[in-house]
């Protein structure tokens, strides 16, 4: 099927485009500061954009995804240290340990509804905050030095600014077009209309808490992903990781980007840390200008930047 | 023994604490059915008002006294300017705005106190030691906060029970349409639960200053505490709020206190030493989940709306 062209799916084509050419600039301008933020950005975006899943699609207010990024990256830091520096190993048991915490803890939240979903969510992921604080022979609340990033056997050097980038950018296309086919198919369909209204699709036959746990487990196994390119990224992980305003910031680049489209959490990615970036830049109170303009968009843009994107095309 | 004594005081005297924090939260999440996440700021700036003025007049209790009223104030601007716009939106939107005014007040406070922490000296009348029952001593600012926790629940539960605003807040709870058609000013109403809510936050920050430092990000902690506390006890009641309170206040404390020793005593020394602080932080998150997962709408659920 070919996509209408219209603002949003013009402005989501540009910002892949932007994003791919991305190196080229760097390396034509000599800029290494704009690719280490990118791909920042680009982590993060994947983040979100499996947030997105479930909040946007699923209905699931998780207030606590950013466990997700903290179990990716102690996999790979943990194995790290304990001298297992293979990718082929450390990524694949990041993915499984993130899909099994979401598991365990999608079966018991999925129990509740509405705002008990989002503190016993959030419970869950401090509890792995404080697990992580403790873990005093991995650095505890200091945190954890990797010393070396993930290795693939010369398939890929994650030290190459560029090489890695790339990996990080293959990731979020990667996660979204899964996402995409995820949301598109039967499965899919089943997960949406249970949001709009679950009491039909019980009626109908379904059996709504395994779809949404099923949909879960795969919103946080794509986290965990991005969890392990976090640690890649940073050489570093800490509990800080896993807090609750961490979670926060996920949510707000759902929200920002617009909730409940494909490409909504990767704009809310750009425009959050960017917008935190170049506030740090000339003033050190980032958050005096961020705040408020957080609360304006609440306020006139509901649906985030792509449902004023959506507004404009309708006039 | 006088130490589980000594440990049950601070439990209760923490659980009070907490009251006064989530009392607000609940109020607000109740009756206009908005997610506070500034609550904590709010918290944070008695503390900040309470620093300031009470090196300003040379008296705590003056500074006290005139950093409530700051609180209560900036908590009436704040709903005014910004917040009653969103009484409509979904708790998603309201997380978001709210979330933007954390960033908001920490940034604000980092420019006008600056980075470092401030400290809130104790007068010297309050800082003797009391004795409660032969051979224990208690300290006399934390008989206050119990003290002036438990009279202002007494209160609070008198203005809510027997008094015309309490009961327009109830009603405003269970049927917020329904009152606002029956002639009440609705708006002022909720600008005023919103106001008692911040001073409630205030008080909570300002009393616990002078036991921990006043820092930036002091809220965000006890916040997620209050939350708990309020989901436990059920979205809306002060009574289960209250109950909740002291419950989670004397849980955390005697786990913080007791935990590392029954630990030592089944595990390894090294093993229980990495294990206690993790399952004392945990043991409130554990209780919550625990709860709702047997419980999925809270101990005391509210009344259906």
Redesign the interface.
């Given at each position: 099927m070919m996509p209408k062209l219209n603002a949003s799916n013009a402005v989501a084509a540009l910002m892949c485009a932007a994003l791919i050419l991305l190196p080229v600039y760097s390396a034509a301008t000599g800029n290494i500061f704009i690719l280490t933020l990118f791909t920042r950005i680009t982590i993060y975006a994947l983040a979100a954009a499996s947030l997105n899943l479930i909040?946007g699609y699923g209905g699931m207010?998780s207030?606590g995804h950013a466990a997700y990024l903290g179990i990716g990256g102690y996999a790979v830091g943990i194995l790290a240290a304990e001298g297992i520096g293979s990718g082929f190993i450390q990524w694949p048991v990041a993915l499984v340990v993130s899909a099994l915490f979401a598991l365990l803890i999608g079966a018991?939240?999925l129990?509740?509804?509405?705002?008990?979903f989002?503190?016993?969510t959030?419970?869950?992921a401090?509890?792995a905050y404080?697990?992580a604080?403790?873990?005093?022979?991995y650095g505890g609340d200091d945190g954890l030095t990797v010393y070396k990033r993930s290795d693939f056997a010369g398939l890929i050097n994650l030290s190459d600014r560029n090489q890695f980038y790339y990996l990080c950018l293959a990731c979020l296309f990667g996660g979204l077009y899964l996402i995409w086919r995820i949301v598109n198919s039967r499965f899919g369909l089943v997960v949406q209309g249970v949001r709009s209204n679950e009491q039909r699709m019980q009626a109908i036959g379904f059996h709504a808490n395994r779809y949404r746990l099923v949909c879960f487990v795969i919103a946080g196994t794509i986290c965990g992903l991005a969890g392990a390119l976090l640690a890649n990224n940073t050489d570093f992980v800490s509990p800080a990781v896993m807090y609750?305003?961490r979670s926060?910031d996920l949510?707000?680049m759902v929200?920002?980007g617009g909730?409940g489209s494909l490409f909504g959490p990767v704009v809310g990615a750009i425009v959050y840390l960017l917008l935190e970036e170049l506030l740090s830049q000339f003033t050190?109170?980032?958050?005096?200008i961020?705040?408020?303009?957080?609360?304006l968009?609440?306020?006139f843009a509901?649906g985030g930047i792509m449902g004023l994107l959506g507004r404009m095309r309708r006039g | 023994m006088y130490l589980v004594v000594e440990q049950l005081l601070n439990g209760l005297q923490f659980g009070l604490l907490l009251f006064l924090l989530a009392a607000g939260l609940t109020l607000v999440f109740g009756i206009m059915d908005f997610v506070n996440l500034a609550h904590g700021s709010l918290y944070m700036m008695g503390a900040y008002f309470a620093a300031t003025f009470v090196a300003w007049t040379g008296s705590f209790v003056l500074g006290a006294l005139m950093a409530l009223g700051a609180t209560l104030l900036l908590g009436i601007v704040l709903e005014y300017v910004a917040l009653r716009h969103l009484y409509g939106r979904g708790h998603l939107d309201q997380v978001l705005a709210t979330f933007g005014l954390i960033l908001f007040f920490n940034d604000a406070v980092r420019l006008i106190w600056g980075p470092a922490g401030l400290a809130l000296p104790l007068p010297a009348w309050l800082t003797v030691p009391v004795q409660i029952i032969p051979g224990v001593y208690y300290p006399a600012y934390r008989l206050m906060i119990i003290a002036v926790a438990l009279a202002v629940a007494a209160m609070l539960y008198l203005v809510v029970m027997r008094t015309r605003v309490g009961m327009l807040i109830r009603a405003g709870a269970s049927n917020r349409e329904m009152i606002g058609a029956l002639g009440i000013n609705i708006k002022l109403l909720f600008t005023l639960v919103f106001g008692l809510g911040a001073a409630l936050a205030g008080l909570a920050g300002l009393m616990q200053a002078p036991i921990l430092t006043v820092q930036i990000g002091m809220g965000e902690n006890i916040l997620i505490l209050a939350f708990v506390i309020i989901v436990i006890g059920g979205i809306g009641s002060i009574r289960g709020a209250f109950m909740a309170a002291i419950f989670v206040g004397i849980i955390d404390t005697m786990g913080r206190a007791f935990l590392p020793d029954l630990l030592r005593k089944v595990l390894s020394g090294a093993a229980a030493s990495t294990a206690a602080p993790a399952l004392s932080s945990m043991l409130i998150y554990l209780l919550m989940a625990i709860i709702l997962v047997l419980r999925p709408e809270g101990l005391f659920p509210a009344a259906k709306r």
């Open positions: 909040m207010m207030f018991l939240s129990r509740t509804r509405g705002v008990y989002i503190m016993i959030l419970a869950f401090q509890m404080y697990v604080s403790a873990l005093s022979r609750w305003t926060g949510m707000v929200i920002l909730m050190e109170f980032s958050g005096l961020l705040g408020p303009v957080l609360l968009i609440v306020l509901r | -």
